[in-house]
Each structure stands twice: as C-alpha cells, then as structure tokens.
C-alpha cells in the first residue's frame, strides 16, 4: 500500500513515484548502503517496475519514499515502511534506508522513525512495532533508540554477511510506551 503524505521538520514522506526507481536500483548496487539489509543483490530495473506494480495491492504493507526539504533543493534520501501488519494482533515490523551516502549521519533517520512510528500507532491503531538491526549497525540502532524502541534481545550469529554469521539486535515499540514519551 502506498502511504499518505506525511510532512516533518526536516522530511516528507510521499508515496514512491515510478521515476524513482532508478534511483532505488542505484542504492541497491551500492554495497555500502546494502551491507545491513537482507537482500544484498541490486535489483534490476525491471524488477523494480513489478515491485512498484504490485505495491499498491499489498494490503499487510505501508510504503514511503523519503524527500528531504531542508535544503535549497527537494531530494530523494531514502525509504521507509511498515511491514507485516497483522489485523488480529495489532502488531507490524518495520524498516527504513537512507540510500544516499551523502545524508548519512545527518539525523533524518531519526525524524522518519518517529514519523513511521506516529503513523502506525495513530493511523493505524497497531500496538507494537518490532524491528530488527544488524549488530554492527550502530547508526541504525541510535535512531531507533532515540525514537524510543527498547530492545527485546539479540538473535545470535543469525546473518551470513561478508564471510562471517552477525548477530542481530531485535527491538520494539509498545504504544503505551510511545503515548507516555509524547
């Protein structure tokens, strides 16, 4: 499902838009910005196209496109959603990527984790938000924190990456939590 606009201090988070996605296969062929994702082969162009075709049918989903509007010029930073939502439990995971190197470290992450977040709890109705980061991901795990996920454990020598088994910090939003920190 394609998400609504949602407007932040520093970020929008838009519905992807077809001419965004050479932009998304140019991340994707970006080791760099892959080596904490689960999938580590680009995807093609094409596969990008079928991707988008079906996003909006996917109905357990919500997907953005993340713009950044700080600056002199909107630019296309990053993606984020809301994945697995469960209509009986309440309960979804999620995922975010700042795909452009040169943003990295800048503090949009954090803004597009609490917005995600706000709209899962609000729009949504969901009670918890699970995610999971890769251990050696320090910058991915601060914003999560900051945005107020608590850690549940860590899932032991759970990921093969560049020759080795990483393990995996596992975390979570209740929205009680989330409503006392607001």
Known sequence: MLGPVIVGERVRLV???PEMLETFCRWFEDTEV?????????????????WYTNLAKEKTSVFWAVIATDGAEERLIGTTGIHAIHPIHHSAS?????????EWGKGYGTEVVRLRTRFAFEELNLHKINTNV???NIGSRRVLEKAGYKTVGI???????NGRYLDVWLAEILRSDWLAAQ
Do not use: Q, V
């Open 15 to 17: 519905p992807p838009k």
């Open 34 to 50: 892959t080596r904490y994702l689960d999938n580590i082969f680009p995807f093609t162009l094409d596969a990008e196209k079928d």
């Open 94 to 102: 999620s995922g975010n990527l700042i795909g452009e190197k040169s």
């Open 134 to 136: 890769y251990l050696p």
């Open 155 to 161: 899932a032991r020598e759970h990921i093969w990456r």
